[in-house]
């Protein structure tokens, strides 16, 4: 909110034509834009692999729609669902972001429901200890490390999202630090079957 205001206070100090012009030159954001693919209050559309946005942290939030828009997520051939929204992101101007941190930041954060089969939660468990030094024991996340939450966020969703770093399709950009960290983590987890044993025991932990 501050950032906004002292950036539209320095836009007033450039503008001869003083508040009024700075306000109105400013295109407004339009949402409706986000929750044609991301769902009605932001909590997530499983058919079209967007995620839930509602209850995401405000600076993991800004790090993605940034990676996006510089073109250091959604790049790979095979990364389908993040060629899906790197263009979304590439329109986004600064003030869009902080406009979009807003917006998402007013939604209820409810957490998803779980969905996926076949995994064992009680391997998962050991599993996890591994991913719990970044991410929290609740799977909560720790802003300090850029590691976001897990808990909460839909499970078919973080299912897609392990086996893109572990196929090397995201984390993979050499500007890409903390996606390079997750990449690394990724490989104790070994296949898919690793995988769905983590995200089950992960769908037990709440934040
Ligand atoms: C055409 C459908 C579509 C639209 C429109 C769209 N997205 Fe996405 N978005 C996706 C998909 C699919 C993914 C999953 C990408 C992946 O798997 O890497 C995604 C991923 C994201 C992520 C990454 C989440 C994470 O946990 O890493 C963010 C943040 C995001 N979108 C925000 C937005 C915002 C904000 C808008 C509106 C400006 C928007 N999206 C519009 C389809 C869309
Ligand atoms: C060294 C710290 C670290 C460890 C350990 C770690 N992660 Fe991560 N993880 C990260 C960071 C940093 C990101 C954010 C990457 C980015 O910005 O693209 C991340 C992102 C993720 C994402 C993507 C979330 C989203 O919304 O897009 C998932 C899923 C994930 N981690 C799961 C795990 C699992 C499961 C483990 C254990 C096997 C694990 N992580 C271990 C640091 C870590």
Redesign the pocket.
């Known amino acids: 909110m501050l950032k906004t205001f002292l950036l539209a206070c320095s836009l007033c100090v450039m503008c001869v034509g003083g508040v009024n012009a700075a306000e109105t030159e400013r295109e407004p954001f339009d949402d409706r834009y986000c929750t044609t693919c991301h769902g009605a209050d932001g909590r997530g559309n499983e058919g079209v692999q967007a ?1 839930r946005l509602a209850g995401m942290e405000s600076w ?1 939030l800004r ?2 729609l940034e ?1 996006f828009r510089a073109d250091m ?1 959604g790049v790979h051939p095979q990364d389908i669902e993040g060629i899906a929204m790197r263009p979304m992101a590439t329109k986004l101007s600064d003030e869009s972001i902080d406009d979009i941190i807003d917006w998402v930041g007013s939604w209820e954060y409810v957490p998803a429901e779980a969905t996926i089969e076949g995994g064992d939660p009680a391997r998962g468990r050991g ?2 200890g ?2 719990a ?3 929290g024991d609740r799977a909560q996340g720790n802003e300090s ?4 939450a ?1 808990a909460g ?1 839909n499970d078919w ?2 299912v897609t ?2 086996k893109n ?1 572990l196929a090397g399709y ?2 993979a950009h050499p500007g ?1 630090t ?2 390079a ?2 990449r690394t ?2 490989n ?2 070994r296949n898919e079957a690793g995988i769905l044993n ?2 089950s025991y ?1 769908n037990t932990l709440s934040r």
């Open positions: 995620p993991y790090r993605q990676n997520r599993l996890y591994g991913c030094v970044c991410h490390l850029g590691a976001p897990l966020q969703y973080l999202q392990l770093f995201r984390g890409d903390y996606g960290q997750m983590m990724v104790t987890l983590v995200v992960i």
